[in-house]
């Protein structure tokens, strides 16, 4: 198949997490279709798990009809993610990164996703403008060696 | 589709799930129900085996964290086996191994349950 040399998608859905696998398979699509590397696919296919996950936990309680919107573009060996929610603001700052041993002892977890956005993507940022909405942008470049 | 699916199998004093597909913050209550059951029934020597495990989010990490410390506390534990490589990442760039034992096959997790003597002193 001819790889695309760029592409602007997008997929608007509710918040409910079976909906986690539509969005992973709309990632899994458009890398095919620019021609990334299956492992580095899969790498992207988390980080937007988890920052999806976050937003029907956290920004819209888990209240199952709000709306996430995917803006996939790709340009210039440049994939960009940008995931829009209208729900509770979000302060990337007062996340602390995971600390298992705690988490041990109070039989849970926080900030792994959020650490592993960081670590699987070339760039993660936010935006949020309180009561409007908010923006996760993940970016991901592709070069040779992807 | 089916996304996600366990199994369970004894053997010996040793309880194994076997995990399908995809485990992410939709199906991870799934195995947070086999873990439940298992506690239930005093079922505390616990292997999970990734073989036919395609993909974790780090909801499906959180359920092995939610009841590891209470099967500890009753001498047991939960040993991981036979994860794909990339699984494996995931797990390693959370720093999971520090906190879990990980096998390449169900059967050494298995015999690591009786080395430590938990199968002999549950009979």
Not at chain 1, 47 to 65: L, W
Not at chain 1, 91 to 105: C, F, G, M, S
Not at chain 1, 131 to 139: A, Q, R
């Amino acid at each position: 198949m001819k790889t695309k040399n760029n592409i602007d998608k997008k997929l608007k859905i509710q918040s409910r997490t079976e909906n986690l696998s539509v969005i992973r398979e709309f990632i899994q699509s458009a890398a095919e279709e620019v021609g990334m590397k299956p492992g580095v696919t899969e790498d992207v296919m988390l980080a937007v798990d988890e920052a999806c996950t976050n937003i029907m936990k956290h920004a819209y309680k888990s209240y199952p009809d709000g709306e996430i919107l995917l803006k996939l573009k790709y340009s210039d060996h440049k994939l960009t993610i940008i995931i829009v929610d209208y729900g509770n603001s979000f302060h990337p700052e007062n996340v602390p990164d995971p600390d298992l041993q705690k988490y041990y002892r109070q039989h849970r977890v926080g900030g792994l996703g959020m650490y592993l956005m960081k670590t699987l993507m070339d760039e993660v940022s936010y935006n949020s403008v309180p009561g409007k909405y908010n923006e996760v942008y993940l970016t991901k470049y592709l070069n040779n060696s992807h | 589709m089916a996304e996600f699916s366990t199994s369970i199998k004894d053997k010996g004093n040793v309880s194994i799930i076997y995990l399908n597909g995809y485990l992410d913050a939709h199906t991870a209550p799934q195995l947070e129900t086999n873990f439940s059951e298992l506690i239930d029934r005093d079922k505390y020597n616990i292997v999970v085996n990734f073989t036919d495990l395609h993909y974790i989010s780090s909801a499906g990490l959180g359920v092995f964290m939610a009841y590891i410390e209470k099967i500890r506390e009753n001498e047991g534990d939960i040993k991981l086996s036979s994860m794909s490589d990339k699984v494996y990442n995931i797990f390693d760039l959370l720093g999971f191994p520090l906190l879990y034992e990980i096998f390449k096959s169900e059967d050494e997790a298995i015999s690591k349950f009786k080395e430590t003597g938990n199968v002999e002193n549950k009979k």
